[in-house]
């Protein structure tokens, strides 16, 4: 079930600003057959002010997810006035993040009685089933899932946004079993639009997971954010939020004054380099915190790629691995970290052993490969015409090629140091957005460029070359 809420979404109850207060929902009312032009399928959530069904879209011929706000909220009255903000915050962002850790925004109506917005559907649960002592993942799961919300958290930092209440009910975990495959970021009734010219709610979020400046309503940058990352982290780690006590007032005063317990006393296996990480993210002055989300995404992939977390399974690559791998590459040197994403999902990742035939002489084919580890060797009538490595791409003429005879490769490549490969064919190219495509398309013009001026001066200058 997706798109789980986490109501109410207002100012804390002990803070200065005046607060809603909200009703709870009455029984759950009758399943609405419709809302807009959008057939409901079934009910995912319901809280105080909002409710979210499962919605068939007829036009993009796919299900939805639409928060609705509920029927019956008084039009005039102080919890219709704050809702109403909420979601017109929401609403400012439709088409405006498109990353694949973040919940797409796909429509908004303001409609006078229930406004509602329309989202993309995501398939799985919220990380607040893994915040219990007796349901928490992993520490190479915990940490990837860090990785990738900061990616995404900064991705929409760039877009101008904080999203404000970065919490594990606002992050929906992608399951294959009980492995978390991937992780998207929602609900952005309480982000801040630094691009926006209306008036915005301050003091907003969940006080758990809030920074001492979000509390004073300091004007806040990425470091509030990144604050609220590394508190859900460590409750996924510890089973326990940083901070925590029965009334607000306590837990106010333990987030300006105490320093978060150490996650070494807390559970077993994390590491010296982890524990500094998590505390640093959280110190109370944000000076001290690292600087922005490409720092904090760094040091938590250098955490995997060091071995600083025990892995699940040994064998297991991680996306966050394949992601800095991709930015290391040459022929991916012009992909944003959006594209990156894209490759990373849609790829077929490969290991090859020593003396394996990627293609043979004779053979057709329209796929290519780009080699993210070890080397190969090219021959032409047995004789080796050239090595490829780490960053070279091969197969990418007979994938160009406008007519069948020119996919009839011309030489055996075959595998002379253990390698990794990235492929695709026509079909799984076809399943990328067009600007990553534009991007192939350019990097292979790179490619042919560069191997038609190594022709060249090998014509030339043949005793230079050998």
């Not at 009255?77 to 439709?94: D, K, M, N, P, W």
């Not at 992909?335 to 994403?341: A, P, T």
């Not at 009839?408 to 495509?437: G, K, M, N, Y």
Request: aromatic share 8%; charged share 25%.
């Amino acid at each position: 079930m997706m798109q789980a809420l986490d109501v109410p979404h207002g100012p804390a109850s002990a803070m200065t600003t005046p607060v809603p207060v909200f009703s709870p929902p009455a029984a759950t009312a009758e399943l609405p057959p419709q809302v807009g032009k959008y057939r409901v399928l079934a009910r995912l959530g319901e809280g105080a002010t909002s409710e979210v069904f499962l919605a068939r879209d007829a036009f993009r011929g796919g299900n939805v997810a639409i928060k609705r706000v509920r029927l019956g909220l008084l039009p005039d009255s102080r919890e219709s006035h704050f809702q109403r903000r909420f979601f017109a915050a929401e609403a400012a962002l439709v088409g405006q993040l498109n990353h694949p850790n973040v919940v797409q925004i796909l429509d908004a109506v303001a409609d006078d009685e229930a406004p509602y917005l329309v989202m993309e559907y995501v398939d799985g649960v919220t990380l607040r089933r893994f915040c219990r002592a007796d349901a928490l993942l992993p520490l190479d799961q915990i940490v990837e899932v860090g990785f990738k919300c900061a990616m995404a958290l900064g991705y929409v930092y760039r877009q101008g946004v904080i999203h404000r209440d970065v919490k594990p009910a606002n992050l929906l975990a992608v399951m294959d079993g009980d492995q978390v495959v991937d992780v998207k970021i929602t609900d952005f009734g309480s982000a801040f639009n630094q691009a926006s010219e209306a008036t915005q709610v301050y003091r907003v979020g969940s006080l758990a997971y809030m920074s001492p400046e979000q509390l004073d309503g300091d004007t806040l940058d990425c470091r509030a954010d990144i604050y609220s990352l590394a508190a859900v982290l460590y409750h996924l780690i510890a089973g326990r939020p940083p901070f925590d006590a029965t009334r607000q007032a306590a837990i106010m005063h333990q987030i300006y004054n105490q320093d978060a317990v150490s996650l070494r006393t807390l559970r077993e296996g994390v590491s010296q380099r982890l524990d500094e990480l998590i505390l640093q993210a959280l110190a109370k002055d944000r000076e001290r915190r690292p600087p922005d989300w490409e720092q904090f995404a760094a040091a938590l992939a250098a955490l995997v790629t060091d071995r600083e977390v025990p892995r699940a399974s040994l064998q297991h690559v991680l996306d966050s691995e394949r992601f800095n791998l991709l930015r290391s590459l040459e022929f991916f040197l012009g992909f944003g970290d959006v594209e990156l994403w894209e490759v990373v999902h849609r790829a077929r990742w490969q290991r090859l052993p020593y003396g394996h035939a990627i293609y043979r002489k004779g053979q057709e084919g329209d796929d290519f490969h780009i080699l993210a580890a070890g080397g190969v060797d090219v021959y032409r009538d047995g004789e080796r015409v050239a090595r490829l490595g780490m960053g070279d791409s091969v197969g990418e003429m007979a994938y160009l090629a406008p007519n069948p005879e020119l996919r009839v490769h011309a030489a055996d490549v075959l595998v002379c140091e253990a390698a990794t490969t990235i492929s695709f064919t026509p079909q799984t190219l076809a399943q990328l957005s067009i600007s990553t495509r534009h991007l192939f398309d350019t990097a292979f013009i790179q490619v042919l460029v560069r191997r038609l001026h190594a022709a060249h001066e090998a014509l030339m200058h043949p005793r230079r070359i050998l």
